[in-house]
């Protein structure tokens, strides 16, 4: 039985075109520039580096002697993400008609979550926000960010469903025993660790039920 959902939030609560997670890369690639002296191709690369070696850039940053990682965090997350984002009448009444538990589990930090959550109007259905602190930086993929999020919550991996549209970062999750959902808008062949893929999250409620019916 599933009693908690763990939700990705960029690119996950909304849609890519929103063009949020754009502009976070943008500023990736220009904190990289200015803080580094790169020009911004070699940004550009050393953003795709840390990414594919670490798995999200903020690791990567972490173990940059040359960054600091809290000025990039708030540099790069300072957005006005109301300028990307409306309240979503659907994502809320989604989100009400589903009884589990609700929690975020995103690789950005807390105060940008919660300033996401309330943008989309739907901050009021999480029971708290897991991020990249709590995680000590070392974010999704690593497997011991998943275990720390059960041992918070105080579930075990099948009691959980996780929500991301990095397919990667499903991977650790199912390891766990948990099912999990892909958000794929572009759709595409899923990997074995996929549990159910969706154009659109709002199809999340019937894979639920037919997830149920099936265990
Ligand atoms: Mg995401």
Redesign the pocket.
């Known amino acids: 039985m599933i009693r908690h959902i763990l939700f990705?939030?960029?690119?996950?609560l909304y849609a890519p075109q929103a063009g949020l997670m754009d502009e976070l890369d943008r500023r990736i690639v220009r904190y990289f520039a200015e803080e580094l002296g790169l020009r911004l191709p070699e940004a550009v690369r050393r953003q795709a580096e840390y990414c594919w070696q670490y798995g999200s850039c903020t690791e990567g940053v972490l173990r940059d002697a040359e960054l600091d990682l809290d000025a990039f965090l708030s540099a790069v997350h300072d957005i006005p993400v109301e300028q990307y984002l409306a309240p979503d009448p659907r994502l809320d009444a989604l989100l009400r008609r589903l009884p589990q538990e609700k929690w975020i589990f995103t690789n950005a930090p807390q105060e940008y979550a919660r300033r996401v959550l309330e943008a989309l109007g739907v901050a009021h259905h999480f029971r708290g926000i897991f991020d990249i602190r709590f995680m000590d930086f070392v974010g999704k993929p690593e497997p011991t960010a998943y275990r720390r999020v059960l041992e918070a919550i105080g579930a075990r991996g099948k009691e959980c469903l996780m929500v991301?549209?990095?397919v990667a970062n499903l991977a650790p999750a199912r390891a766990l025993g948990m099912t999990t959902v892909w958000v794929t808008p572009k759709g595409g062949p899923s990997p074995p660790w996929v549990g159910v893929a969706l154009s659109d999250l709002m199809e999340l409620e019937s894979a639920l039920r037919s997830k149920e019916d099936g265990s």
Do not use: F, R
């Open positions: 990705d939030l960029d690119n996950t991301e549209d990095a």
